[in-house]
């Protein structure tokens, strides 16, 4: 039964593919807080400029982890999504990871139809059928690999359906699908595989909260959205 309802998701959001971004023609900017064994240490913040085809989408997070007062594990970033109607034309990234500088600079080969990407852990080609992995899209949910937003490495993933459920969210009851995204290679080291669950709200083409556990547990959840 899963598998059918699984099946069922990708047939339906594989027709509205041409459509993607016009899904968040209706957003100035999604929110999300950062939690870490149920604490805010930081946030994650996406922001809409459209410009008749063309759409830029910036992201902004910080989030510090201390112990005893120490700082033990801090990022701070920026990064920059340019799309025309619904094809990802750049990005760029720059990310300061506990004093260690990551970027991505990645930007589409029109005429190879293919990604040129120079990052701080993978340089090379990359297929037009990854997504940046980042939060804001729930395009993520859809493909079968994804580009790392910090560093511009690529992990091909599996995602599972999980079922239907209600999440509620700062007060706030939503009617979501519970999606499991997982890296395809098991014989990743434990703490550098991909393994997500995901919150996603269809009404909204919104993914409202990610969960995940390492070194505790953590989680993403949009508190606003405009």
Avoid: C
Wanted: aromatic letters at 16%; zero cysteines; charged letters at 30%.
């Amino acid at each position: 039964m899963k598998k059918l309802l699984l099946l069922i998701f990708f047939l339906t959001y594989s027709f509205n593919g041409a459509t993607h971004m016009a899904h968040y023609n209706k957003f100035n900017k999604i929110e999300m807080e950062i939690f870490k064994d149920g604490e805010v240490i930081g946030y994650n913040y996406y922001f809409f400029k459209k410009n008749k085809n063309e759409t830029l989408v910036t992201n902004q997070i910080k989030f510090t982890v201390k112990i005893f007062g120490a700082t033990v594990f801090e990022i701070e970033g920026y990064g920059e999504e340019k799309y025309i109607k619904d094809k990802l034309i750049s990005f760029n990234s720059k990310t300061r990871q506990n004093k260690k500088e990551k970027f991505v600079n990645l930007k589409l080969n029109e005429e190879r139809n293919e990604f040129e990407i120079k990052g701080s852990s993978y340089s090379g080609k990359a297929s037009t059928d990854n997504v940046v992995g980042n939060w804001w899209s729930h395009k993520i949910l859809q493909s079968n690999s994804q580009i790392s937003p910090i560093s511009g490495s690529i992990k091909e993933q599996v995602v599972t359906f999980i079922g239907k459920e209600k999440l509620e969210l700062y007060g706030t009851s939503y009617d979501v699908e519970h999606f499991k995204l997982t890296s395809k290679d098991v014989s990743i080291p434990k703490d550098k595989r991909l393994n997500f669950d995901i919150w996603f709200d269809k009404k909204n083409a919104l993914i409202l909260k990610v969960a995940y556990s390492r070194m505790g547990n953590w989680e993403y959840r949009v508190k606003n959205f405009e």
